[in-house]
């Protein structure tokens, strides 16, 4: 996989940012590019429909929020690169005060984990392909374990997908 493959993978969905000078300044070459010349693809996943819109913003001079999250919960959602560490990460606003998680180690990162979810869910999980998803979700929760693996063994225990794939095997999604 590389990020050719990825860009016409989402051909219709990605999104490219508009040069800018905190991209410039704050962010690495590599997640620069990948902005700038492949894009983001709005897309559905754990928690929500993420979009993007090709502009960022800074909050609170750490996070450069890159996109949103429409959920059912109704509470504001950043996507956002972390400037010092280049982490990906959710930012969302509960009652009880702003919470961060982190998603990917970096952006390169979360757009192969991207392709690979979707490529699982249109391929695997959808057709079924490992049998009724309800009655054999462990097995498609170790499938999509194992291809994420295959990209980045690590970033398949950040926040977001540990706790994803756990709520897999376990059948609550």
């Known amino acids: 996989m590389n990020l050719t493959e990825i860009q016409e993978y989402f051909s219709n969905s990605l999104i490219t940012f508009e040069n ?9 070459k590599e997640t620069a590019d990948i902005l700038y ?6 897309h559905n996943t754990f928690g929500g429909d993420y979009e993007f819109f090709g502009n960022v913003e800074l909050l609170d001079g750490k996070y450069l929020k890159i996109g949103t999250k429409n959920t059912f919960i109704n509470e504001p959602f950043g996507l956002c690169i972390d400037i010092e560490t ?15 998680y982190t998603i990917n180690k970096n952006l390169k990162t979360y757009l192969e984990y991207l392709y690979v979810f979707k490529r699982f869910t249109n ?6 392909t490992l049998g009724e998803y309800h ?16 990209v980045d063994k ?11 794939i756990g709520e897999m095997e376990l059948g609550v999604i």
Do not use: C
């Open 37 to 42: 010349k492949i894009g983001l693809p709005n």
């Open 154 to 164: 690590d970033d398949v225990n950040t926040d977001f997908w540990y706790s994803s």
């Open 135 to 150: 009655l054999h979700h462990e097995k498609y929760a170790q499938e999509l374990k194992d291809r994420l693996i295959a």
């Open 86 to 100: 280049q982490q990906i990460i959710g930012r969302t606003h509960y009652q009880e005060g702003i919470r961060t």
């Open 20 to 28: 800018n000078d905190i991209i410039n300044q704050s962010l690495s």
């Open 123 to 128: 391929e695997i999980k959808i057709p079924q």
